[in-house]
Structures are given as structure tokens and as C-alpha cells.
């Protein structure tokens, strides 16, 4: 699994003259926290967060003064208009055996139904797993080039990557090959007086 790693500012709890300070100048305030360990505060660039990648898992390794902590993002809180970071919460798994995440499933292949002019609609983007530390995967990739039109790929479809189980319902469906939609023709009656 990726590892990014970030360096990131002490903060200070109840100052906000230096909360309003450090956003000007373009952090973030970040709540690291986990089971086993102190809760730490600090701050992160706005430029670090927004160079992290997305539709992928990945871990962060949070710098904070050279003491080095593995976490994963948990939280990002956005401001009203919901394109501003406010706040961000990691969390530690320094000292956690398995893990509960939701991974990104990467569909591959062109299902047979999309040739017949059907439509592949994905339905779940993402699935839980647990899994230790190491194991986490990047992404779940799954071939769809056997749906056909009207078939729907269900959680209990998907094989789990090694080391790892799917906590999703069995039965939800992840994505589905709908058929194409009748074309409605109408014939117009004439009456005659």
C-alpha cells in the first residue's frame, strides 16, 4: 500500500487568533488520534492535502517534529460552500492489528451486455474490508467483461483480495448492465366524422 509521507506544524488547543492565522497562511487544523495512543494536534498545507491522491487507499505517515505516525485519512471537514478544507482527522493504526477501510474497486473490461447496447451502471464505488496493516489493498480490481444485458455484479461476486475479508452485504449489488430502453412509438388515430 502507498505510503505519503506529510509533515505537518504543532498546534496550539485554544488559540484562535493562531487557528485564523494559520488558515490565512494556508493550513489546516488536523486531529490525530487512535486506540492505544495520544491524541496529537497540528496543522497540514493546504497544498500537501490537496497533492493527495484520490480514488485510490493510501497511507499517510504524519511528520510532526521527526516523531513519525502511520495513519489513514478518516475525516474532512469542508466549509459551508463545501469546496474548502476546515478540518482533517487521521488516524493512528500504529498500534492496531486489523483494520476496517473502504477500498476503491477498479472495473476492468468492457461487459459483453455493452455491445448489445446496454448501459453499465456502477452502483458501489467503494468496500469495506478488514485486513492488518500490510495487507490493505490499493484497490479491488474486478473484470466485468462477462456481464451481459441485464446481469448485476453482486458483493458476494467479488473474490477478496488475500488477507483480506469483505464486509459488505453478500447480496448488495455493485454494478448492473441495464438493458436498453424500448423505443416508444406512437400511432396517432384519425377519426373520421
Known amino acids: 500500500m502507498k505510503r505519503i509521507e506529510v509533515k ?12 485564523k ?3 490565512r497562511e494556508g493550513y489546516i487544523p488536523v486531529e490525530i488520534y487512535g486506540k492505544g495512543v495520544e491524541n496529537a494536534h497540528a ?3 493546504l497544498k500537501d492535502f490537496l497533492s493527495l491522491p484520490h480514488g485510490e487507499t493510501f497511507l499517510i505517515v504524519a511528520d510532526l517534529n521527526g516523531d513519525k505516525r502511520v495513519c489513514f485519512l478518516k475525516e474532512v471537514q469542508y466549509g459551508w460552500l463545501g469546496d474548502n478544507p476546515i478540518h482533517i482527522d487521521l488516524y ?4 492496531v492489528r486489523e483494520i476496517d477501510i473502504e477500498v476503491p474497486i477498479e472495473f ?3 461487459p459483453e451486455g455493452v455491445a ?3 448501459t453499465f451502471e456502477v452502483v458501489l464505488s467503494t468496500l469495506t474490508v478488514r485486513a492488518s496493516v500490510e495487507n490493505i489493498p ?6 466485468v467483461s462477462k456481464l451481459g444485458l441485464g446481469d ?7 473474490q477478496p483480495p488475500p488477507n483480506c475479508i469483505i464486509l459488505d452485504n453478500p447480496e448488495e449489488v455493485v454494478a448492473v448492465v441495464l438493458e436498453p430502453e424500448a423505443e416508444e412509438t406512437t400511432t396517432e388515430e384519425t377519426t373520421t366524422t
Open 108 to 110: 476492468v473490461g468492457v
Open 116 to 118: 448489445l447496447g446496454g
Open 138 to 143: 490499493d484497490k479491488i480490481v474486478v473484470d
Open 92 to 95: 493512528n493504526i500504529s498500534k
Open 43 to 45: 496543522y497540514m498545507s
Open 152 to 158: 448485476s455484479l453482486h458483493v458476494r461476486d467479488i
Open 21 to 23: 492565522r494559520m488558515r
Open 8 to 19: 505537518l506544524i504543532p498546534r496550539t488547543l485554544g488559540r484562535k487568533s493562531e487557528r
